[in-house]
């Protein structure tokens, strides 16, 4: 499965002092970057749209990488529930609080 996933899913981060610990996703990297400005200039909106998934996947994904590697091993996860969101006035907001919020945290392996 790592085959298909991690060019799409998990775009290299291209911080760390090896290839493994380059490959791991980070926010705003410089390839993410690219990608976004190269959809954005060509003006098919289809295409950002399509490349808005894995910059936000760097977010969600950020410290791990697609390949088999130690440097995705955690330590310590535990989850947490009932964290208190931001309360505005939108409809966006109504139904964000309606699902329910659980967040997972960890220790780097």
């Not at 939108?90 to 945290?105: A, F, G, R, T, V």
């Amino acid at each position: 499965m790592t085959g298909n996933t991690a060019p799409f899913h998990f775009i290299p981060g291209l911080r760390g002092e090896n290839f493994p610990k380059r490959l791991r996703c980070a926010e705003e990297s410089p390839v993410i970057t690219t990608i976004l400005d190269e959809a954005l200039d060509d003006g098919n909106l289809i295409r950002f749209g399509l490349a808005l998934h894995p910059y936000l996947d760097t977010f969600s994904h950020q410290g791990f990488s697609g390949i088999l590697s130690k440097v995705n091993d955690i330590k310590n996860c535990r989850a947490l529930s009932h964290i208190p969101r931001p309360k505005l006035k939108s409809m966006k907001m109504l139904i964000n609080d309606l699902i329910p919020c659980q967040y997972l945290l960890w220790d780097d392996g």
